[in-house]
């Protein structure tokens, strides 16, 4: 049975964090909330997240999108707790400071796929930066699980490498600021060389 709203209590906000933490800008921006309401009514909440001093229109959600921030804004938001009967008093994060945001390979591949001895390998990394930064690569090379190549190098020469070899790249961004997470390519194994013709075919 629901209580008669003169013998209710406002729920109470007693604290509210946001996620991630430090702020960057590699997925949305969540807050969650800590909030009490003693006579046990199941609680729900609005939003109002603040940019830089300026309210946000169309974001009332508890997840905001980092497409609409950038790099140095101050992001806080207003959270007002209702208990289904009243609405509790307002809680104001203090604002944070967005980051930097960590470049991102999402995803790494070898090709081409086919492979025999003394063929060239590329990597081919697919890369991101929520700041629009300029990203570097660096590239670890592996072969049957031993480092045999360690730079900017986007290629590695299989010249010497044997049939059943395996061979992986790992991938590591950086944007000028922070390295980003490194991130390791499937194996490929190395085939056969392809047949070559010794002689010319006899003219008819």
């Known amino acids: 049975n629901t209580k008669p709203a003169t013998g209710n209590h406002p729920p109470v906000v007693r604290a509210a964090t946001l996620h991630p933490s430090p702020l960057v800008l590699t997925g949305p921006i969540l807050v969650h909330v800590d909030a009490q309401d003693i006579d046990l009514n199941p609680l729900s909440f ?22 609409v921030l950038k790099r140095g804004d101050a992001v806080s938001v207003e959270v007002r707790p209702h208990d289904g009967l009243v609405e509790g008093r307002s809680f104001t994060l203090e604002p944070l400071v967005v980051g930097n945001s960590p470049p ?24 991101s930066d929520a700041d629009r930064d300029m990203i570097r690569v660096s590239y670890r090379w592996w072969k ?41 390519s499937v194996p490929i194994r190395v085939g056969n060389s392809p047949p070559r013709f010794l002689s010319a075919p006899a003219q008819s």
């Open 46 to 67: 609005r939003y109002q997240w603040v940019v830089n001093g300026q309210p946000l229109q169309n974001q009332s959600g508890e997840r905001l999108p980092p497409e």
């Open 104 to 127: 991102v390979v999402s995803r790494l591949t070898i090709e081409p796929e086919s492979v025999f001895p003394g063929t060239r390998v590329q990597a081919r990394a697919d890369l």
């Open 144 to 184: 049957n699980g031993m480092l045999v190549q360690e730079g900017d190098e986007a290629e590695l020469d299989t010249n010497g490498f044997s049939r059943g070899d395996t061979v992986s790249v790992e991938a590591v961004p950086f944007d000028g600021v922070e390295k980003g997470a490194a991130v390791r």
